[in-house]
């Protein structure tokens, strides 16, 4: 049986670098009729940064700092997302429905999550060549993905 793909989960940390794995979700889409799920993973401030912060300043002024910030960055990665799809496809002449995620955590779980909260049929993501020992010692998102994604994952290589 042929798979029938409905729903990509296109993973962006929305640099130009990115652009040839949203090109090719894109074309997928295309191929299948698809949706795409735009997915932008913030990754939480380290507890010692924030320990800093904390001690630096007053309660209240932290919590007002917080509180602005996560609203202004969520705006600011909205427009972000919104701007590199409409560059990316202003001359083409099919759009697909993409649907804007912007979720906090871990990238790798947080990947895995989405796509399985989101249902989606395949998840498509770029990777950047990283030297071989740093790949031996931590592995790559797209290596961690893959391991652990139980739907079919494309890599499309970055330069």
């Keep these: 049986m042929i798979p029938c793909i409905e729903k990509i989960l296109y993973v962006s940390d929305i640099q ?12 997928l889409a295309k191929q299948y009729a698809a949706d795409i ?8 401030i380290p507890d010692s940064v924030k320990a800093t912060l904390r001690n630096s300043l007053p309660d209240n002024e932290y919590e007002k700092i917080q509180n602005i910030n996560a609203h202004s960055l ?20 099919w759009q697909p429905k993409i649907q804007p ?30 030297s071989a020992s740093k790949e031996f010692f931590m592995g790559s998102t797209a290596h961690k993905v893959i391991r652990y994604s139980k739907i079919p994952v494309l890599v499309v290589p970055l330069h």
Excluded at 16 to 27: Q, T, Y
Excluded at 37 to 44: D, I, S
Excluded at 74 to 93: M, P, T, V
């Design 16 to 27: 130009d670098g990115s652009r040839p794995a949203f090109r090719m979700a894109v074309s």
């Design 37 to 44: 799920v735009f997915l932008h993973v913030v990754t939480p």
């Design 74 to 93: 969520k705006e600011s990665i909205q427009q972000r997302i919104d701007d590199f799809c409409a560059s990316e496809l202003e001359n083409i002449h």
């Design 101 to 130: 995620v912007i979720a906090q955590g871990g990238i790798n779980s947080k990947i895995i999550d989405v796509a399985a909260l989101q249902n989606v049929d395949m998840i498509v993501m770029g990777t950047r060549t990283h």
